[in-house]
């Protein structure tokens, strides 16, 4: 009789032990149906876009091993799918979003952009980071707004999220761009540009290390950092939807942002559900 009267709190402390592991990475839920995990990795490995190009979210040493918050999100998403992970390295987006096409990746972590989504489906995002600008010290341009005048000239890199933005935006400075984020530095720096385009956190750092010049304070725009896959694979979004959802949840994103000393994004706030 007593054992009866036991069972329900032993059945409740099970449940409330299993969600505890899941939630602390012991346990890993079931991967999805078949189909689904042909849809999103049809090679049988998944390969995954990683743009090195943003330092925040991976970097690439001399020996041309990657490493980052997206790397780490792409092998999560490997080991809970049972599948090999294969890391495609770029050194920009825009190299990235071109290749959506042709069958050279499976996942990408990328700025949510509505020239991207032409050819790119997209999870809500799991990070926000801020863009901005750098500015010589000596220059009178003091507000994000101050930038848009009449011939100011700003670096961007070539294919960024900032790039998209700001051709839209900007209506009387011209833009000048560079291949990548890092070359947009250096034409600002050699071309005495008024301003060059791009993410606080490395922005800070130049300026940090160069002090001729300043960052803005305030910032143009609110880049929101996502996972996509290439277009028509709708089953696989949704999947990856939840998958990103439970990275936030979790504490795995802040986690990571923590490990990479990552201080200038946030972790994104949860996704409506639909």
Do not use: C
């Not at 949840?249 to 994104?268: D, I, K, P, W």
């Amino acid at each position: 009789m007593r054992a009866r009267r036991l069972a329900p709190a032993i059945r409740l402390w099970g449940l409330v032990l299993f969600a505890a592991l899941l939630l602390a990475g012991g346990l890993r839920a079931e991967p999805p149906p078949a189909a689904v995990l042909r849809e999103i990795a049809p090679t049988g490995r998944l390969r995954a876009a990683i743009n090195y190009g943003n330092a925040m979210l991976a970097s690439r040493n001399q020996a041309g091993e990657l490493s980052g918050i997206s790397v780490d999100i792409a092998r999560e998403l490997g080991a809970r799918l049972g599948l090999p992970v294969d890391l495609v390295p770029y050194d920009t987006a825009g190299k990235v979003t071109a290749a959506a096409g042709h069958d050279a990746w499976d996942i990408a972590f990328l700025a949510v952009d509505q020239v991207r989504a032409g050819e790119i489906s997209f999870t809500a995002p799991y990070l926000l980071i801020e863009g901005t600008y750098a500015v010589p010290e000596a220059s009178s341009l003091r507000t994000v707004d101050d930038i848009d005048r009449e011939g100011a000239q700003v670096a961007v890199g070539r294919g960024s999220a900032y790039d998209h933005f700001l051709t839209k935006k900007l209506k009387l400075a011209s833009i000048r761009r560079a291949p990548t984020s890092e070359d947009a530095v250096k034409l600002f720096v050699e071309q005495k540009l008024d301003a060059v385009a791009g993410v606080r956190q490395p922005l800070e750092v130049f300026a940090r290390d160069n002090p001729a010049f300043r960052v803005i304070p305030g910032r143009f725009m609110a880049i929101e950092q996502a996972l996509g896959v290439p277009k028509g694979r709708d089953r696989a979004l949704r999947y990856l939807v939840g998958f990103i959802e439970d990275l936030k949840a979790s504490g795995f994103v802040a986690e990571a942002l923590a490990h990479y000393r990552q201080t200038e994004a946030v972790v994104a706030p949860p996704s409506p559900a639909p």
